[in-house]
């Protein structure tokens, strides 16, 4: 066979401290984290700007809406999303508001 990607996904409780070290969440008391690594090429960083565009894709022939429908979805439910990439390593970092517990009737 050829090279064998990986694909890591952590979820975790973010409150306080571990959102400012994720450099986002700004806002948000409690959230779930949700984080998705590769150890692909990476995402060239003047890409990295625009990759929740819509019609952005790097794949020929592909509607690059993927990422744009998911940033959507995030942002609907008052959460963030952010990329950081360099070759051998890209991370995604989602973080999604915690309802406080009142509406859950």
Request: no cysteine; aromatic share 4%; net charge positive.
């Amino acid at each position: 066979g050829g090279m064998r990607g990986q694909v890591t996904i952590r979820t975790a409780y973010a409150a306080g401290l571990s959102m400012k070290q994720a450099r986002l969440g700004a806002g948000l008391r409690r959230a779930m984290l949700v984080s998705i690594e590769d150890d692909g090429l990476g995402i060239p960083r003047e890409r990295q700007a625009t990759i929740f565009d819509v019609f952005q894709s790097s794949k020929s022939g592909a509607r690059g809406l993927g990422l744009s429908i998911v940033s959507e979805v995030v942002t609907a439910h008052g959460g963030q999303i952010r990329v950081d990439s360099e070759p051998g390593k890209t991370l995604f970092t989602v973080l999604l508001p915690l309802g406080d517990g009142a509406d859950n009737g």
